[in-house]
């Protein structure tokens, strides 16, 4: 389980910085295997959420504010220097699943300049609109067999009930994030890049091109695998980040 919330540098380098946000139940060390195939002169920081918050109330509830808007305000605090832009190239922004609908509302929220020196790259995020109440009401062995149907889990050769243990509280947590609504892929103030997997059932190419559009993307990209990708194919999705920051930085104004 999580001990955060904490920056955590990946890599030191001097060139591109990527800063990672993590998807639904997973943390800063979800995107090691990620740092270790991009090149070795970026600098890559990943956030690591949250341990919980009081009377179950979860991630959900940080700092008085529910939903989206409670995360992207603590992210924006925490990574808040990562976000000035003082690497010697571009600076990332990723988010994978939750994590991506977390930094496009970073994105609406951020200060103004921003977007001249921070681009997003929103992978695999949620369907727009969908929430996930659903998910939440099902008790811990149902919630589990969903979450593994759908490829939202790492398959960590554990069994079930490490499973319910150490894995499905910090989902829950995450998951509230998205209980009422869902999210809206409404057009962000910064240069945005758009990742998918092909195996995706929650987020299929279909969409990947969609939401693209929508958001008047600078690129779009399909990394071969299944929804998490981000940790399962870690040198493919170098590669497409790689390709997203050799853009150039030109923000689209909403």
Do not use: K, N
């Not at 149907?149 to 499973?163: H, N």
């Not at 809206?184 to 990742?195: F, I, N, S």
Request: proline share 8%.
């Amino acid at each position: 389980m999580r001990g955060g919330p904490e920056r955590v540098v990946l890599q030191d380098g001097a060139a591109a910085h990527l800063v990672c946000v993590p998807y639904a139940g997973g943390s800063a060390r979800s995107f090691v295997r990620l740092a270790r195939q991009l090149p070795d002169d970026w600098r890559i920081t990943a956030a690591q959420p949250p341990a919980g918050s009081p009377a179950g109330a979860g991630l959900a509830a940080l700092d008085g504010l529910r939903g989206l808007d409670g995360l992207a305000r603590h992210y924006l605090r925490l990574l808040a220097d990562d976000l000035a832009g003082a690497a010697g190239g571009p600076t990332l922004l990723l988010g994978h699943s939750l994590g991506a609908a977390v930094v496009h509302r970073m994105a609406r929220l951020w200060p103004a300049g921003t977007a001249d020196r921070v681009r997003l790259v929103l992978s695999a995020p949620p369907r727009p609109g969908a929430p996930t109440a659903d998910l939440l009401a099902l008790d811990d062995p149902a919630l589990l067999a969903a979450a593994t149907a759908r490829g939202m889990l790492p398959d960590l050769g554990r069994g079930a009930d490490f499973a319910i243990r150490f894995l499905l509280p910090d989902l829950r947590r995450d998951l509230a994030a998205l209980a009422h609504g869902g999210w809206r892929a409404d057009p962000v103030d910064a240069a945005v890049h758009v990742l998918g997997g092909t195996r995706d059932a929650l987020f299929p190419p279909a969409a990947v091109a969609r939401l693209a559009t929508v958001l008047r993307a600078r690129s779009s990209h399909l990394v071969e695998g299944g929804h998490l990708y981000v940790v399962e194919q870690p040198a493919a999705t170098a590669r497409a980040l790689v390709e997203a920051a050799a853009h150039p930085q030109v923000p689209v104004r909403t």
